[in-house]
């Protein structure tokens, strides 16, 4: 497992965020990063838990909505490595532990920091990545961080509840 240092701040959200999830095999970004590097199989799955506002302004490359993401888990997991991610592993987290597969622990704030890309609406590279607010404003100095706001995140919460209880009746 590789590993990486992170500013102190980040590394104690990492941590606090990887603790609440005992049961789920976290993977860390520089050794999903490599994963990604790779051609051959296993091939690497990205799922983005994050709203579809996030999705908009940047994704790791290649990576699919949670909400596409309609086959089989068990049987993608045997020649894919399916790894969640959101911006600070707590809602991949729970995807990853409903799938039984990793997740990027620290997400997309660790991505950033070692060296990971992000692509935006048309897949074009970028350097803007949305964050909640300040608290989880621990992206890489490169990286142009974007913050709706406050009724804007509320709203977006609300439809990701609505999302995960209709996924639960369907």
């Given amino acids: 497992m590789a590993t990486h240092e992170y500013p102190e701040d980040l590394q104690a959200l990492i941590t606090q965020n990887d603790i609440k999830f005992p049961s789920v095999e976290h993977i860390p970004a520089a050794d999903a990063l490599k994963l990604s590097a790779t051609s051959a199989p296993p091939t690497t799955l990205f799922l983005d838990c994050r709203s579809e506002a996030e999705q908009s302004i940047s994704i790791i490359p290649s990576a699919i909505p949670y909400s596409s ?3 089989d888990a068990s049987q993608a997991t045997k020649t894919t490595t399916v790894i969640c991610y959101c911006t600070i592993g707590y809602r991949s987290a729970i995807r990853a532990q409903e799938l039984k597969v990793y ?6 704030l660790s991505w950033s920091h070692v060296g990971g890309t992000f692509v935006d609406s048309q897949n074009r590279p970028t350097n803007k990545l949305h964050v909640y607010g300040n608290e989880w404003d621990k992206a890489a100095p490169e990286i142009e961080t974007v913050k709706f706001g406050f009724l804007n995140f509320m709203l977006e919460s609300l439809r990701e509840v609505s999302r995960m209880i209709v996924s639960k009746f369907k």
């Fill in 103 to 108: 997740n990027l622990s620290g997400s997309v």
């Fill in 69 to 71: 993401f309609d086959f």
